[in-house]
DNA sequence: GAGGTGACGACCC
DNA sequence: TGGGTCGCCACCT
């Protein structure tokens, strides 16, 4: 029953982020309770985009706010969509990363 | 069934 | 400070 894995785990947190909020991959991870799953995280955004349901994952992104999945998700395309949001990117790096950091450990405190 | 890989992160020299 | 290594979970060969 609820056999849910991990990888659809990450799915539930990454669709409740609110627009114009970005958080990490190890936050999620930690969130679901394996703070070194950080890599599985960065493999299910992989897939999301394979998936029918919208996973907005172009608002998750590296500890430093660095688009490190802009290769997989599209060049300009996860930036573009960031900046649609109001957020404001130079050199890939997401500036004021802090202040649109969105921590599910903070925010949903499940 | 076993080994290698990956959109990361933390630890160790 | 910076480069190297391990860990974690799921997928592919």
New binding site residues.
Partial sequence: MDKY???ENVFEVVKQIPAGKVT???AI?KYLG??????????A?????LLIEKIP?HRVV???GLL??????GENK?QQLLENEGLNIINDQIQNFENHFWDPNRELMI
């Avoid at 394996?34 to 493999?43: E, Q």
């Avoid at 955004?45 to 985009?49: G, I, L, P, T, V």
């Fill in positions: 894995t991990f990888f990490s991959y190890g991870a394996s703070a070194k799953s950080s890599r599985t995280v960065g493999y955004m992989n897939a999301s985009h994952a590296n500890r430093n490190t999945g802009k290769h997989h998700f996860m």
